[in-house]
C-alpha cells in the first residue's frame, strides 16, 4: 500500500459524458502527478499540482482539466468523453515539486471505460 | 528533452535463470533513471533509481541496475528470477523540462517490459 488513494476504481460511462476522478496524496506529500496508461499510448504524464498551483503540464488534451484542493487531494475532471478516453488513470504523490530526491507513489489507478 | 527505450516488449525466463530488462535513455541533461514494476490490477511501485551516486544500484526483491554512460544504458538485471517476479516492468526517467539545473518532478516512461517468469 503506497498511501495514495484513488476513486472510484472503475468507471463506465458514455461517449459525450462527463467524469471526475479523485485522488488523496500520501500525508505530508505536497505534489500530486497524473498520468494516463494505454495500451497504444503507454504511460503518459498528464499535469503535475504542487501544493496547490498547477506545476508542469504533459499531454493533457483540453477536454481535460484537473485541480488541487487545500487540503491536497486532486480531482481530474475528463468531459466530452470519446472511446479512445477509455484507459487506466494513475495518480502519484511526491513530497516536492522536484529535484533528485522527488520519489514519486503511485495509486492503484482508476479505470475508465466509456462505451 | 529527455526519453527511454525499453528493448523488448516480452521477455520470458525460467525460473532461476539470470533477468535482463533492458533500457536505453536520451538525455541532455545528467539523468535520474527509474526502474518501476506494475504487478496486475495494480499501480506501480518502485523497485530502484539512479541519482547520480554510485553508478550500480541496489533496489528491492534483488533487482539491481547499472547507469552506463558511454552507453546511455541502464538495464535492470536479477541473477535468479522467481515466479512472483513475473510483472510489468517500466525504465523512466525524470523530466527537466526546459529547465537544465532541476527536474520538473514528473517521469517520462518507456513502453515497459512484460516479463514472464517459467517454472
Known amino acids: 500500500d503506497s498511501g495514495v488513494t484513488q476513486t472510484p476504481k472503475h468507471l463506465i460511462t458514455a461517449t459525450g459524458q462527463r467524469v471526475t476522478l479523485r485522488c488523496s496524496p500520501r500525508s505530508g506529500d505536497l505534489s500530486v502527478y497524473w498520468y494516463q496508461q494505454s495500451l497504444d499510448q503507454g504511460l503518459q504524464f498528464l499535469i503535475q499540482y504542487y501544493n496547490g498551483e498547477e506545476r508542469a503540464k504533459g499531454n493533457i488534451l483540453e477536454r481535460f482539466s484537473a485541480q488541487q484542493f487545500p487540503d491536497l487531494h486532486s480531482e481530474l475532471n475528463l468531459s466530452s468523453l470519446e472511446l479512445g478516453d477509455s484507459a487506466l488513470y494513475f495518480c502519484?504523490?511526491?513530497?516536492?515539486?522536484?529535484?533528485?530526491?522527488?520519489?514519486?507513489?503511485f495509486g492503484p489507478g482508476t479505470r475508465l471505460t466509456v462505451l | 528533452a529527455q526519453s527511454v527505450t525499453q528493448l523488448g516488449s516480452h521477455v520470458s525466463v525460467s525460473e532461476g535463470a539470470l533477468v535482463l530488462l533492458r533500457c536505453n535513455y536520451s538525455?541532455?541533461?545528467?539523468?535520474?533513471l527509474f526502474w518501476y514494476v506494475q504487478y496486475p490490477n495494480q499501480g506501480l511501485q518502485l523497485l530502484l533509481k539512479y541519482t547520480s551516486a554510485a553508478t550500480l544500484v541496489k533496489g528491492i526483491n534483488g533487482f539491481e541496475a547499472e547507469f552506463k554512460k558511454s552507453e546511455t544504458s541502464f538495464h535492470l538485471t536479477k541473477p535468479s528470477a522467481h515466479m512472483s517476479d513475473a510483472a510489468e516492468y517500466f525504465c523512466a526517467v525524470s523530466d527537466f523540462g526546459g529547465n537544465y539545473r532541476r527536474s520538473q518532478g514528473n517521469l517520462i516512461f518507456g513502453k515497459g517490459t512484460k516479463l514472464s517468469v517459467k517454472p
Open positions: 538525455s541532455s541533461v545528467p539523468p535520474y
Open positions: 502519484a504523490s511526491s513530497v516536492g515539486g522536484g529535484g533528485v530526491y522527488n520519489e514519486q507513489f
